[in-house]
């Protein structure tokens, strides 16, 4: 009974659910006000992220009558799911909740499950604008795919393992991954732009070209999920990254300076960069990507 | 299959009331339509219902963002029919005041654009910078927007040797943020990947639809009224017209930064060369009775005032024709082919301005009435 509790309390509160929104809402915001103060703006306040969410939450919900209603109400809660599970897995704090053989390829799986809801709930609501989000999404999600998968094998093959806690004992006894394998990290952090939705990446919800795109008719609690989602996203991307190329952290501090470090990165692309149309990035993830991505897994398989 | 994406008449894309029905394939255009009619405000008629006099306030209210274009072309128009010419001083003011519009017009429009491609960084430095244009115009007319400085026979308000020194260093501060954006348009990769080739005009085309301004200059068709038939002090100051022979959304981007350019430059010689003397006149004669035609370059392109009168102090009959009633006929050919995401930016590249083209288009309007019917739309929505 007690080992649920504490279960429960991991999976919910720290370093689960709640520990990640409040991180994530926080990186967020601080890309949104980074970003504002570039552009000469002023940004939003702290609390920004937190107050959309409970805004969210208490506004009524609209679900299209043309729309799947249950692939609608589910798409955000998949989303939601998936990036708290990758959390469980991470040895963020005092270890792992779960911790077994293989969990690299479920989380890089679930890491990209939160794409694929954003795609379903596009084409649930079966607006035009939806749909051409939803395919924009499936499209960058089968470009950058091959190189993300292949760059995190690099590492695995590395250390002969596919578990991720064995991953940062390695780099904490022999160095980061990222002096050994630059371009590998180099082809990862690129596919993180398109997996946090954001330049030059982020067709699928280009607001001027297709409004809001796969959520335009998303209003309400479905919203609020896939805001909190969002929010999970900006934590638990970076801190998989700071995880599996950057060594972890001996505690939480280094290791979410380390993330806040990824989050400074992926906001400078974003402030620097216009947006690519879907052809264009899966050009750019298979003539840049792909090539620095398989070049160090050759490097890893013939000098181990 | 193609499926119909509506486009307007609210859309974040398209900051004006217009309806466009997109057909697209996948993410290819092959198909569309367009509707324009949701400013419709009778302008035309008003003005045959006030005197001349009042006539000036209305025409700068045909159009914000080029509100001195519209007033100097009817102050010009109804100078022609009262057979007096503006003093030089009150020209070269006019000179300077129309260029200044221009600066503000296209970078706004750079900073539109750049948001259509996702540049948001671009869009607000070139949006804060516009803020120097806009000084110069408030500490020349005492007005940000509806300017209000041309008057039937010359000007409002004078300049001062301060206030020449004023703009002169604004220009330098314009001059920096010029060369900035034209290293944002030739540097960066990703922005020319998304222009180039991208809504082509042929000069086939244009010629053929009659696009005027920036978006014939940039498909190769050498027009500009300021140099065909110099109005104001256009005569007397030195500038180039930028062609560009390409046809695509790029040709239309640097035909506009080139102007960007060239305005400066006019005003820094109007300025220079600015004659003393009288800015307005104390005594304005009756407009004879017969018809006029006044035109100038707005920054879209040419903008056409015909006036009738009667002999009385109103006019019978004002007919405008602006720029963007003719560029936007040549929208649907530039985008026949092309993806949808590149569709807004094709859309921004001829400049659109929808008030003033609403104005004209209300006979296409009144005939087709049937055609309008939201219900008809409503049921072919539903089906596709």
């Known amino acids: ?16 659910l709640l520990f990640s929104v409040i991180v994530g809402g926080l990186f967020y915001w601080f890309y949104r006000k980074f970003r504002a103060r570039s552009q000469g703006r002023i940004g939003p306040p702290w609390y920004q992220y937190f107050a959309d969410l409970i805004k969210l939450f208490s506004k009524e919900s ?7 209603r249950y692939l609608s109400a ?14 469980a897995i991470l040895p963020i704090g005092s270890g792992s909740l779960m911790s077994f053989k293989g969990d690299l390829i479920i989380a890089l799986y679930l890491l990209t499950l939160p794409g694929f809801a954003i795609g379903i709930a596009g084409l649930a609501s079966r607006s035009p604008y939806g749909i051409i989000g939803s395919r924009r999404e499936a499209r960058i999600a089968a470009s950058y795919g091959i190189p993300f998968a292949l760059s995190a094998l690099t590492v695995a093959f590395y250390t002969q393992s596919l578990t991720i806690s064995s991953i940062v004992e390695y780099q904490i006894k022999n160095g980061i991954f990222f002096l050994r394998y630059p371009l590998a990290t180099i082809a990862f952090l690129l596919c993180l732009l398109p997996i946090m939705g954001r330049r030059p990446f982020d067709a699928p919800d280009a607001d001027t070209e297709i409004i809001g795109g796969p959520l335009t008719e998303y209003s309400g609690t479905p919203l609020g999920l896939f805001e909190l989602a969002n929010g999970l996203k900006w934590f638990v991307a970076p801190v998989f990254t700071v995880f599996l190329l950057f060594g972890g952290g001996a505690n939480v501090i280094e290791l979410l300076l380390k993330c806040l470090g990824l989050v400074i990165f ?16 899966f050009k750019f993830f298979l003539k840049w990507a792909l090539p620095l991505a398989l070049i160090d897994l050759v490097r890893s398989l013939i000098w181990p | 299959m193609s499926e119909v994406i509506p486009i307007g008449p609210f859309h974040p894309a398209l900051k004006e009331a217009s309806h466009f029905e997109l057909e697209v394939k996948g993410e290819k255009v092959v198909g569309g339509d367009m509707k324009f009619g ?16 009042s006539d000036i306030f209305l025409a700068e209210r045909v159009c914000g963002i080029c509100n001195v274009v519209h007033s100097t072309c009817f102050c010009e128009t109804v100078e022609t029919l009262m057979s007096i010419e503006a003093p030089d001083r009150a020209k070269y003011i006019r000179t300077i005041v129309f260029e200044t519009e221009r600066l503000a017009s296209h970078i706004l429009w750079f900073g539109v654009g750049m948001h259509e491609l996702g540049y948001d960084t671009a869009y607000m430095y070139l949006w804060r910078e516009r803020e120097h244009v806009m000084e110069i115009m408030e500490r020349i007319c005492g007005k940000r927007v509806n300017l209000g400085i041309n008057t039937l026979g010359g000007v409002r308000r004078d ?34 990947s998304r222009v180039k080739n991208v809504g082509v005009l042929s000069k086939e085309d244009a010629e053929k639809l009659c696009v005027v301004g920036p978006t014939a200059r940039g498909s190769g068709v050498d027009i500009d009224v300021r140099r065909d038939d110099p109005y104001a002090a256009y005569s007397k100051v030195d500038f180039k017209v930028s062609v560009e022979e390409a046809g695509d959304v790029l040709s239309r981007v640097l035909v506009r930064f080139n102007e960007l350019t060239e305005s400066v430059g006019i005003i820094r010689q109007a300025i220079k060369n600015i004659p003393e003397g009288p800015i307005s006149m104390d005594e304005l004669p009756f407009p004879k009775t017969g018809e006029a035609f006044g035109r100038v370059e707005a920054h879209r ?13 109103r006019p019978e009959r004002v007919k405008i024709r602006t720029p963007s009633v003719v560029n936007n006929n040549s929208l649907l050919t530039m985008m026949l082919g092309e993806k949808l995401a590149d569709v807004p930016i094709i859309f921004a590249s001829i400049d659109p301005c929808l008030s003033c083209t609403d104005r004209v288009t209300i006979i296409d309007v009144k005939n087709n009435d049937k055609k309008t019917i939201p219900l008809s739309q409503l049921s072919r929505r539903m089906t596709s």
């Open chain 1, 1 to 16: 009974m007690i080992d649920l509790l504490d279960i429960l309390i991991k999976l919910l509160v720290y370093p689960g």
């Open chain 1, 62 to 68: 609209n679900i299209t009558q043309k729309s799947i």
């Open chain 2, 38 to 53: 949701y400013m419709h405000r009778g302008i035309e008629d008003l003005a045959t219902k006030k005197s001349y006099h």
């Open chain 2, 301 to 313: 392109g040419e903008l056409l005032y015909y006036i009738k009168s009667n002999g009385t102090n």
């Open chain 1, 266 to 281: 992926v906001s400078i692309i974003d402030i620097i960069y216009t947006r690519y149309r879907t052809d264009q990035s």
């Open chain 2, 159 to 192: 300049l001062t040797p301060e206030l020449i020194d004023f703009v002169k260093g604004k220009l330098n501060i314009l001059e920096k943020v010029v060369e900035k954006t034209g290293k944002i348009i030739n540097e960066d990769s990703i922005l020319k």
């Open chain 1, 74 to 87: 589910l798409a955000p809660i998949v989303s939601i799911c998936s990036l708290v599970l990758i959390v």
